[in-house]
């Protein structure tokens, strides 16, 4: 598995699939091509479905900028190896082509050309488990066996930038852009939480309101942490906000918990996919969940085996989830999917501390299951806005102005 430097990832929201890897890609092709006339990029299958919503177009045209760029949507095409394909031309005076290429997002903002360094020998938490338990070591130390002492200075980097996404997100009111016309709401779930009592509906209105600042952050583009995706962000920040508070964490808790949830995201990035593109939104918020659930039960004081159950469960009860993200944009579902996702894990947590840690499903089997479940989905249950909540909102809204045109037309 490679380094959590390739899993966390520092970049503008909405969409770590849709914006940073088209970015990085976009950057890359030109620095391979720099005496070039214009460029064009042709975005396939869901890049082009939801491109616009997730404001692939303005990513790739900055990584171009000054230089001309050609955007070309084809998203009833699909490249030969994953749904997230995109052409890159270089082109001369004449329009004559000076050189291509093939890119692939695959979830996360990583591109399937990328040429980082496996660091970790293990590719299966039951291996993991195996080795932390003959060496006497936490996942966390097991993390920083082979990732050396430097990994915790990154996931100081990872900390404080969620923690920025947090206080931005608490503090900024308004409209959600993009033509759904939405409100933040982070701001006043989080006014409203301080006026609670202690509970469990404090806990879980403050949980709602750092995620809801996280998510409408990176509906709005601005700097998040993919935790594993953009799309998924405001889980773990929740999490590891909520709990920092109450439990009143050393900041190298809130470290060791990072590299606890990161090791678990690794896990499914390696062994099934992050991306909605390919697995639905299973991969995503169901990822995002076993990785704040890992997280929390460590900071709980659970043993190896009960983060592995925490993380199993925060999986396993998202099976299925489908990404059909309304009007192709990070918002309906996506906000409250964090918030409930965020929810879940804390309750993922408690029922693993509860336990000793033994259960008949591993989270292998999980991922292994959540591989084959978004093989299985239809194209248009996976980042396409083709169907589901997508298609039922897009039919309302041409109904709605139908009627507009047409008064005296009888509804259906």
Known sequence: MQSLTELYRFGKGPSSSHTIAPQRAAKR???????????????????????RGHLSDQAIIQAFTPAAVEILWKPLEELRVLPNGMLLAA?????????????YSTGGGALLSDKAAHVYPAETMAEILSSCQEAGESFWEYVQRFEGQGILAFLEQ?????????????????????????????????????????????TEAFLAAYAYAVAEENACGGDVVSAPTCGASGVLPAIL???????????EDILHALATAGLFGN???????????????????????????????????????????????????????????VAGLVQIPCIERNAHAATRALSCCH?????????????????????????????LYRETSTGGLAQLYHRRISEHHAQKKDPDKPHD
């Open 29 to 51: 092709f030109r620095e391979d091509f720099p005496g070039a006339h214009s460029y064009r990029v042709t975005l396939f299958g869901s890049l082009a479905a939801t491109g």
């Open 91 to 103: 082109l001369g005076p004449s329009g004559e082509v000076l050189g291509e290429r093939e890119e």
């Open 158 to 202: 990872v900390w404080q930038a969620m923690c920025g996404s947090v206080v931005r997100g608490i503090r900024t009111e308004g409209v959600l852009p993009g033509g759904l016309r939405l409100r933040r709401k982070a701001c006043s779930f989080h006014r409203r939480a301080r006026a609670l009592e202690s509970g469990c509906f404090r």
């Open 241 to 251: 906000t909520s709990l920092s508070s109450t439990l009143e964490c050393r900041d």
């Open 267 to 325: 896990l499914v990035k390696r062994n099934a996919s992050i991306s909605g593109a390919v697995v639905g939104c299973q991969g995503e918020i169901g990822t995002a969940c076993a990785m704040a659930a890992a997280a929390a039960t460590q900071l709980l004081g659970g043993t190896p085996p009960q983060i592995e159950y925490a993380a199993e469960m925060g999986l396993e009860h998202h099976l299925g989830l489908t990404c059909d993200p």
């Open 351 to 379: 029922f693993a501390l509860l336990s000793d840690g033994l259960h008949r499903i591993s989270f292998d089997d999980v991922v292994t299951v959540m591989a084959e479940t978004g093989r299985a989905l239809p194209a």
